[in-house]
């Protein structure tokens, strides 16, 4: 499994984000240091870009930079994905929220789901290599205007191809944190269990600048510092 995230500079939780993958023996591939940023669709610009570099039978990881964490090994992160209908069909699965956006109003176009985060969250996406390259090559984000937002890019395209993608609608392997207020709380050490639906995440996204800190301090990636908005987490106090 290969872990990736996109940006131009390591600022916000991007230090919370390496140093969490380094706990659970994850090297994090980072696309576009140094580079220009267009803005939002760079970060599948960026993949899109590094597709052929990477082994065809490989499952990519991709996470937001700024405002996510790992909390699992690859053996966690793939036994949830293989598990799921998206593993099982070898597609991709996208992380779920409450929150529909960019645009509310597309939640009209939505499939009823009694599901609690059922509109696409594209700040954590997993799947093979040989699917990201199919789906991406259908968005053809390159051709986007600099201003699209990459999650708009996504939500388009599943609502155009419903059965292309899979939406993490139960947070079995991601945790979208925005509106989500008392869905995740603290089980065994550095585990976490979402009292809505009885899963077990490993993957946290603070979207909608949702505090990451009680998840950083439950995985005890211990926070020594908080600078603005960036953490400084010390790793030599996992247990």
């Given at each position: 499994m290969i872990v990736v995230t996109c940006c131009n500079k390591a600022v916000l939780h991007y230090d919370a984000l390496a140093r969490s993958c380094a706990c659970y023996g994850h090297k994090l591939v980072t696309l576009g240091v140094g580079g220009p940023w267009a803005g939002h669709i760079q970060k599948l610009r960026l993949i899109q870009r590094s597709l052929p570099t990477m082994p065809p039978g490989e499952v990519l990881l991709f996470v937001d930079a700024w405002d996510a964490v790992l909390g699992g090994d690859a053996s966690a992160i793939m036994c949830r994905y293989l598990a799921s209908p998206a593993g099982l069909h070898g597609k991709l699965l996208v992380s779920g929220e409450r929150n529909c956006a960019p645009d509310a109003s597309a939640r009209l176009r939505y499939a009823p789901s009694a599901d609690p985060?059922?509109?696409?969250?594209?700040g954590a996406i997993i799947g093979p290599v040989t699917e990201w390259t199919r789906i991406l090559s259908a968005i053809r984000p390159e051709a986007l205007p600099d201003d699209t937002n990459d999650q708009q890019a996504m939500t388009d395209f599943h609502l155009g191809n419903p059965r292309a993608i899979y939406i993490d609608t139960r947070?079995?392997?991601?945790?979208s944190l925005y509106m989500a207020?008392?869905?995740?709380?603290?089980?065994?050490p550095r585990t976490f269990?979402?009292?809505?639906?009885?899963?077990?995440?490993v993957i946290f996204h603070g979207n909608g600048?949702?505090?990451l800190l009680p998840v950083l301090n439950h995985?005890?990636?211990?926070?020594?510092?908080?600078?603005?908005?960036?953490?400084?987490?010390?790793?030599?106090?996992?247990?």
């Open positions: 985060y059922p509109y696409v969250n594209a947070a079995t392997l991601f945790q207020d008392g869905d995740l709380r603290p089980a065994a269990v979402n009292a809505v639906t009885n899963t077990h995440p600048r949702a505090d995985l005890q990636l211990s926070i020594d510092t908080h600078v603005g908005d960036q953490y400084v987490c010390d790793s030599t106090k996992r247990a």
